[in-house]
Structures are given as C-alpha cells and as structure tokens.
C-alpha cells in the first residue's frame, strides 16, 4: 500500500493550487481554521477520559483476556481484540477510539489487529448516536426502520474491512 | 451507554481484585488522566491542522463544486425531495464534510437538513423516509480522509500511517452501498 502515500500531499496541493489559482488568500483561512480545531479538545477530551477510564480498567484487570479468548477460539483468524472495537463502533464513538488506541499502544500500529482496528474504526460512524442527536433535535419519537438499517451498513462496513485486511495487509 | 460504562468499570474492578491484578488497576486509576490528555494533545493538534486546511478548500469554493457534482445523486436517492433546493444544499453539504472526516463540524448542516425534511413530514412524530434514507447515509458515512486515525497511528510510530485508508474507503463505500440499497428494497418499493 505505498500508493497511500501519495493520498494526502496530492490532496493538499490540488487545494493550495486552486487557491493560487482564484488568488484567494489561503493564509488567514487556514489560520482561522485552525483556530476551530481548537475547541474540539473541549468537546473530546471529557468522553475521552471517562472511556480510557473503562477501556484500561477492562485491559488491566486481566478481564478483557479472558473475554477475548473465547470468542478468538470461535474465529481464530480474526485478532481477539478485534471484537471489543467491533461491537461499540456504532455505539460510541469515544469508546470505540479508547478501544482503537489501546490495541495501537499494546500490539503496535504495524500489527494485524493494529491494522484490522484502523481499517475498521474508519470503516463507519457511530450510528447510534447519530440517529439519538438527529431524531431528537426535530422531535421524532418513532424512527421506523432507521436502526436496523444502520446496523446493517456497519455490519457490512467492518465486515468488509476485516476481509480486506486478512487480503491485502497481511 | 451510562449503564454499560457503570458495568464496565464495576466488573472490571471485580474482576482485577478478585484476581490479584490489584497494582495494575491502581496504576490505570492514578495515571489515565495524564495518558488521556497525552493522547489527546497531539490528537487536537492535528485536527488544527486538518481544520486550517480543509478551511480553505471549503472558502475557496472547492466543498461547493462537490456539492454540485453530488445533486443529481441526492434528487436519486430523495425522490420526496426533488422539489426543495434548501434540503438538498445542507444534506449535500453535510455528505462534504463529513467525506472529508471532520465529522463534528459536519453536524449543523445535518441538523438544518433534519429540520427542512421535518417541514414535508405529515406526521412530526414518526420519521418520513427522506429523514431514514439520510441517516442511513449518514451512518454509514463515505470517509475519504479519516484525520483522527492517521495522526494516531502516527502517534504510535506507524511505518506507513496511511496504509490503512485504501481498505477503509472500500469498506466505507460497501456500508453506504449496502444500506442505502436495503433502505430503498425496505422504504421505496412500488411507491
């Protein structure tokens, strides 16, 4: 996968060349951009903290091994500590990252799981909170078949990620 | 979620004293605050980055021409929406941005959007299937540049931090491809 390499400085010159090209002043908007970045730690951090919290207790205390195990004899090619991110990836988004940066930090980045997880967590949304925020910001109380069809795509979007990993990044 | 995190945390503390493993779960008590705000700087800082960048691609114009090239797939896949313009703008912008990962600063279009599909809706109380189709697509969200993952993995000493986005953009296209298909199989047929 070298050619990935190639995603984000193309991505960044096609915007700064069109930027030279309507004479738009880039600096100040990215300046100010930036700037909106900022509060995002305010938002993040909170959640963040309280499902590291939850996440490193679970690793720590030896429980989550256990867990892991024996679903990892049902699928055994499948990285046991797969499964955890895969179950709360539509359910949260905070614990789904504390789940993504724990198998980074104890299996290392460049490991199956590492990878797998990576390609998972970018695979979906969190399509429960989603559907909460959306439906309750305009009042709908009944949100007809919404759930389960979401459920479906991000079974089909991890699914397929898990797949394509064991294909191509083994 | 406030149940599973209250179960979480109580088996987990059970379990590590039952067992022994006592010292490392008050290891993670002391010390989770600073590895959360460790993980979270560099984390912040790099959706600054992303933020400053994508500004100018959405100032100078660029999100717009996008939003252009998406309209005839939008009056697709909203049939009861052909005829209001304003939905259409905030759904093809909310798709944009979140495109591009910047997932949190994609939700005031959506929610506009939400509030333009609750005008047609007959029945304020139940979802119509506009708003279904949308949160399907919204779910299942098409992300081409997931910012958060790449600099965590560079956080982590990745050899390739990207080497995930190929297969993440496959998957991610499957999820929308799928949902919207189930979605339009379940909500749309012989209407």
């Known amino acids: ?170 | 979620m406030n149940l599973i995190w209250i179960l979480l945390i109580l088996a987990s503390l059970t379990y590590g004293l039952l067992t022994g493993s006592v010292s490392s779960v008050n290891q993670v008590i002391v010390n989770v605050g600073r590895e959360t705000l460790e993980l979270a700087l560099p984390l912040v800082a790099a959706t600054c980055f992303w933020s400053g960048i994508l500004n100018i691609a959405r100032e100078v114009g660029l999100l717009n021409m996008l939003q252009k090239l998406l309209s005839p797939l939008l009056r697709f896949l909203f049939p009861d929406l052909r005829d209001d313009p304003e939905a259409l703008g905030y759904i093809a912008a909310n798709i944009t941005i979140n495109v591009f990962g910047l997932g949190s600063a994609a939700t005031p279009s959506g929610l506009k959007a939400m509030e333009c599909m609750q005008r047609h809706n007959p029945d304020k109380k139940t979802a119509s299937r506009a708003m279904v189709t949308f949160l399907v697509l919204n779910t299942a969200g098409v992300t081409i540049l997931s910012t958060t993952i790449v600099s965590l993995r560079a956080q982590f000493g990745a050899l390739n931090p990207t080497d995930f986005m190929p297969l993440a953009i496959i998957a991610t296209s499957c999820a929308s491809i799928g949902g919207l298909a189930l979605d339009r199989w379940v909500n749309y047929r012989g209407k």
Do not use: C, H
């Not at chain 1, 030896?62 to 990285?79: K, Y």
């Open chain 1, 1 to 170: 996968m070298e050619s990935s390499l190639y995603i984000l400085p193309i991505l960044i010159l096609l915007i700064f060349a069109f930027a030279l090209l309507r004479k738009f002043n880039a600096y100040d908007a990215f300046v100010s951009g930036a700037k909106e970045g900022l509060s995002l730690f305010v938002t993040l951090f909170p959640s963040l903290l309280a499902m590291m919290f939850a996440v490193s207790l679970l690793r720590e205390s030896g429980l989550f091994t256990v867990m892991a195990r024996q679903l990892g004899n049902v699928f055994p090619a499948i990285p046991s500590d797969i499964f955890a991110l895969a179950f709360f990836r539509p359910i949260s988004g905070s614990a789904s990252l504390a789940i993504l940066v724990d198998i980074l930090k104890t299996l290392g980045p460049d490991s199956l799981a590492g990878k797998m997880a990576s390609v998972i967590q970018g695979s979906t949304d969190t399509t429960l909170y989603v559907i909460t925020l959306y439906f309750s910001s305009v009042g709908v109380k009944k949100i007809k078949n919404s759930l389960p069809i979401g459920l479906f795509a991000d079974v089909i979007g991890i699914g397929v990620g898990i797949w394509l990993t064991l294909q191509f990044l083994v």
